[in-house]
């Protein structure tokens, strides 16, 4: 299904974004790790099955000259560019009192203004294409719920959501999908650490994996499901739907 297709994967060195990097070469598409982390992203590149079929450009995604730079690199060396993950994202955790704007920007920088800018300039390629192609946008459950002191990252994330369906429709002529995936809890460290009760508080009885999240970009990206555009799945293992009272 994605053999010899060409994808995008920003964010790609580490934790969600390197197992959906490893995800889509497995299943035989070319695929661009973009990061800023050069080091990890090497290392990945070396690890992978088919690192032949893989290729690392170090990106700072804040920098619109290296986003152009990352597409157009990407376009000369594979000819085309089927799919786009903007997975990249960043978190300043710390009090709403004491948030500088630098930090703030510095998320929603990251965070959004890279969706924006990423898709933009891949869309360029992929409306000259016969086939078009498809974005997904990374977003979160804190799109809809939140804890305290998260003002940056929840605006982030809540813009992501709200940028992939407007992007749904000024993308359609050109035959391009957009999706937005809300990750919940992913452990993307020592999963063996975690806790019980960790896993228990969820309706799926477990915590999740990077692996879960790279699954569903391949469920949003497969050709056959081109009449899902415009829409935000949630791989939170329920734990959006479920009521949570302190007994």
């Known amino acids: 299904m994605f053999k010899d297709k060409v994808v995008i994967v920003t964010g790609a060195s580490n934790g969600i974004g390197s197992a959906i990097a490893t995800a889509y070469i497995q299943e ?21 099955d088919a690192k032949e079929k893989a290729l690392f450009i170090k990106t700072d995604v804040r920098n619109e000259a290296e986003i152009i730079h990352l597409v157009h690199m990407t376009k000369n060396t594979f000819g085309k560019i089927d799919i786009l993950i903007n997975n990249v994202g960043k978190g300043i955790f710390k009090s709403f009192y004491e948030l500088s704007i630098e930090e703030w920007d510095d998320v929603l920088n990251t965070n959004l203004r890279s969706v924006f800018l990423c898709s933009r300039e891949v869309a360029k390629i992929m409306r000259d294409q016969k086939n078009g192609g498809s974005i997904i946008n990374m977003s979160s459950s804190r799109a809809y719920m939140s804890e305290p002191n998260t003002e940056s990252y929840s605006a982030s994330k809540g813009g992501i959501m709200a940028i992939t369906h407007a992007l749904a429709n000024s993308l359609a002529e050109a035959h391009i999908n957009v999706n937005s995936i809300s990750p919940g809890w992913i452990e993307t460290k020592d999963y063996n650490n975690l806790r019980e009760i960790d896993h228990e508080q969820h309706l799926s009885k477990r915590v999740g994996k990077p692996e879960d999240i790279a699954r569903a970009c391949l469920f949003l990206t497969n050709p056959q499901n081109d009449f899902i555009t415009g829409t935000n799945l949630m791989v939170d293992g329920g734990m959006t739907v479920k009521m949570i009272y302190e007994e």
């Open 28 to 48: 035989g598409a070319y695929v661009v790790l973009a990061d800023i982390d050069e080091s990890q992203g090497n290392q990945l590149l070396e690890q992978l």
